[in-house]
């Protein structure tokens, strides 16, 4: 049996390797780049961490943030200052209830710094635009907290 022979009996064995080594490199780069983005997400995720634990407030969990905000601040960093953002916002800072029965409360002051320290690590362009909007809500301390 000459070389030759064989080769050409065989090639489907050479052509199914160079596929799997084509699909090896191609999942191998997209591993890549989700690790990367990853690892990206989780330093921002680290950075708020510090940043709330330097503001007195419980260290959360980085793997939760970073799967919550991403590397970007996701739907936070969306055009927090538009109207619409402001309004739910606002909304979202009322007692709770729906319909008639809602209506606003005066906020813990440490719940808005901390979503201000939110926009402060992952979208620092755009804190300076709702700032005045979180300056001008009436906040106290609402919330009991034992301090040891």
């Known amino acids: 049996m000459s070389p030759t022979r064989f080769a050409s009996q065989h090639r489907w064995i050479y052509i199914g390797a160079i596929v799997l080594l084509v699909a090896f490199v191609v999942v191998g780069l997209i591993q890549y780049k989700a690790v990367r983005s990853t690892n990206q997400a989780l330093d921002k995720a680290n950075q708020l961490t510090d940043e709330l634990v330097a503001a007195g407030f419980t260290r959360p969990d980085p793997h939760t943030l970073a799967r919550a905000l991403g590397e970007d601040g996701g739907i936070v960093c969306e055009d927090p200052a538009s109207a619409l953002k402001s309004a739910l ?15 606003p409360v005066i906020v813990d002051r440490r719940a808005v710094q901390a979503e201000a320290l939110v926009l402060k690590v992952y979208c620092p ?23 040891g």
């Open 125 to 147: 362009d755009t804190l300076h635009r709702i700032q005045d909007e979180i300056n001008d809500l009436k906040t106290e301390q609402t919330v009991r907290r034992d301090d």
């Open 89 to 103: 916002w606002k909304i979202n800072l009322s007692n709770g209830a729906t319909g008639p029965g809602q209506r």
